[in-house]
């Protein structure tokens, strides 16, 4: 019965254009929020990867794992101040066990046009092509007619005639401004879609359009006293039917006291209203930020899950060298 009343969540899923995988980090994993946030950063390159486990009372309901890496580019045949990005991201979603697999790959650029002549406060646009293919295991499936009055027979008519495995194109973009006062703190906000072409999946007869999702976010970095800044986010997300809200904050205290190359660990919590409180903690070294949180539900799923909706870490490395010195630009 198990198998029966996951693959019937699978596919309903599918049916009702449910959310795309998401990350209580979002902040973390830039590509797959924005595709301005494309070589958006203070430093040469940046390395970006996030690994999250949702619900683990319901073993593998959704496992995800993305990593990306961008760069500016042409620095030296653009003007003062403009950024031309560009990267590439991997994302792989496993639903109900690997029953449903979704793998894509992207490749994405961007460009930021600097307001003044420091460059502290920059807009642009970005745009990001995917290839994706989604993978239903029809091993895994238990259907109706797998029951009979003669017992459980374990073979089906339900055939996928159209294959199990889908591949399609996707094409996202998005618009991104950053700004800064004096150099130091940073103010930004941005909106981006995904699914612009609402690619089609077909299984058996039936075909589905993946809904186009919008997000809106936005955040800043300010400092509260020699050692201590704060560092504040939200975004809100709607795709088909289905939305959410994620807000929170964080503090950081600087070990070095350097703006440039800080050493920091930083304590805080978002919050996905209706549904989750999110603790969160990092370390930042030289360079590379490590990020851990964990997911509490607080909604009427508290007593499915066990009030466990899930583990979260994130990795962003950002290669500087020793002389450089970069301007603000969106961290949280």
């Avoid at 795309?20 to 494309?38: C, E, K």
């Avoid at 070589?39 to 073993?59: E, M, T, V, Y």
Wanted: proline fraction near 4%; include cysteine; aromatic fraction near 12%.
């Amino acid at each position: 019965m198990k198998k029966i009343v996951v693959i019937i969540c699978t596919l309903s899923v599918l049916g009702v254009k449910a959310q795309d995988p998401h990350f209580s980090q979002f902040f973390a994993s830039p590509l797959t929020l924005n595709p301005a946030f494309t070589g958006k950063f203070d430093g040469l390159w940046r390395l970006a990867a996030n690994h999250r486990d949702q619900w683990p009372s319901i073993p593998k309901a959704y496992v995800t794992t993305t990593a990306s890496l961008d760069f500016p580019i042409l620095k030296k045949k653009i003007p003062d101040g403009d950024v031309f990005g560009v990267g590439v991201s991997g994302l792989s979603d496993a639903s109900a066990n690997s029953i449903l697999k979704l793998n894509y790959g992207s490749v994405s650029m961007s460009y930021h046009k600097a307001l003044d002549e420091n460059g502290y406060n920059t807009i642009g646009a970005g745009f990001q092509g995917t290839y994706s293919s989604m993978n239903l295991d029809v091993t895994k499936l238990t259907f109706e007619d797998m029951l009979t009055q003669n017992g459980f027979t374990g073979t089906t008519s339900d055939i996928l005639t159209n294959g199990a495995k889908q591949n399609y194109v996707d094409l996202n973009a998005g618009i991104l401004f950053s700004g800064s006062t004096n150099g130091i703190n940073n103010f930004y906000i941005g909106t981006s879609m995904y699914h612009i072409n609402r690619p089609k999946i077909s299984f058996k007869d039936k075909n589905w359009y993946l809904g186009g999702r919008v997000t809106v976010h936005g955040g800043g970095s300010f400092p509260v006293g020699e050692v201590l800044m704060v560092h504040t986010s939200v975004i809100h997300q709607i795709q088909a039917k289905a939305h959410e809200t994620v807000l929170g904050a964080a503090l950081s205290y600087s070990l070095n006291g350097d703006n440039e190359n800080p050493s920091s660990v930083y304590f805080g919590s978002w919050m996905r209203l209706n549904d989750a409180v999110i603790p969160y903690v990092g370390l930042e070294v030289a360079g590379l930020r490590i990020g851990a949180s964990y997911d509490f539900n607080i909604s009427n799923l508290k007593a499915a899950s066990n009030s466990r909706g899930g583990s979260e870490f994130s990795i962003i490395y950002i290669k500087r060298p020793s002389d450089y010195k970069g301007i603000p630009c969106p961290k949280f």
